[in-house]
């Protein structure tokens, strides 16, 4: 085994397999979780969708919709007023660009207002179970630099940095047990070193 599949093995040890993080029932509820999400935690988003997927749920209904109306009920989400906008918009492109399905490629997914590379690949992997790459927010871009996977500045060069470092059985883990290893252990600010079973394996940790 590699050092890096070790690694991997290590954190779904402890963080176990693909747990998914946000509240769905259908890919368009996801495609509207993950454009909330991004800036905000997934508890909030969660306690959002609930409510708000019990008025309206569907790419037609949210298409009708008032941009206002919409605000009111994500006024609690960081960024409200431009996601309110971006999840009208992407609903009228599934509507009138889609025939009413969120679209299961990455190539049309990135057309969609408020979706970008990072949240196909979550749309791909959660709603079609077709893992396209790895997803790298700020968790997966912070720790896969501090453990020297990658020494890239943008994400998408960090995410190609991934998915030639692992082969592509563990791309449907890595941003799930690298996102829990940094709610847990290795935050932001403070990361907590001694206590991170895979410190052996850390670049920043050992230089
Ligand atoms: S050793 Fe520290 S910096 Fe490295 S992965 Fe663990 S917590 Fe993060």
């Known amino acids: 085994m590699t050092k890096n599949e070790k690694i991997i093995e290590e954190l779904k040890r402890l963080y176990g397999g693909v747990d998914n993080f946000l509240n769905f029932n259908s890919p368009f509820e996801l495609t509207v979780a993950v454009m909330l999400s991004a800036q905000c935690t997934?508890?909030?988003?969660?306690?959002?969708?609930?409510?708000?997927?019990?008025?309206?749920?569907?790419?037609?209904?949210?298409?009708?919709?008032?941009?206002?109306?919409?605000?009111?009920?994500?006024?609690?989400?960081?960024?409200?007023?431009?996601?309110?906008?971006?999840?009208?918009?992407?609903?009228?492109?599934?509507?009138?660009?889609?025939?009413?399905?969120?679209?299961?490629?990455m190539k049309d997914l990135v057309?969609?207002?408020?979706i970008g590379r990072k949240s196909a690949n979550v749309i791909m992997l959660e709603a079609f179970n077709d893992c396209q790459g790895i997803a790298v927010d700020t968790h997966v871009f912070r720790i896969s630099r501090r453990l020297g996977l990658s020494d890239k500045n943008e994400p998408e060069k960090v995410e190609q940095d991934l998915l030639k470092k692992f082969p592509k059985k563990y791309w449907p883990l890595v941003n799930h047990i690298l996102i829990s290893h940094g709610r847990k252990v290795c935050k932001a600010i403070k990361p907590d070193c001694e206590n991170c079973t895979i410190s052996k394996y850390c670049k920043e940790y050992n230089s």
């Not at 057309?111 to 408020?114: E, N, Q, T």
């Open 42 to 105: 997934d508890d909030r988003v969660n306690k959002v969708t609930e409510k708000m997927f019990k008025k309206a749920n569907t790419p037609e209904q949210f298409a009708k919709m008032k941009v206002e109306d919409i605000e009111k009920m994500i006024s609690s989400i960081s960024y409200f007023h431009s996601k309110a906008k971006h999840i009208k918009e992407c609903s009228r492109q599934i509507v009138e660009e889609f025939g009413g399905e969120v679209p299961s490629n």
């Open 111 to 114: 057309k969609l207002a408020g």
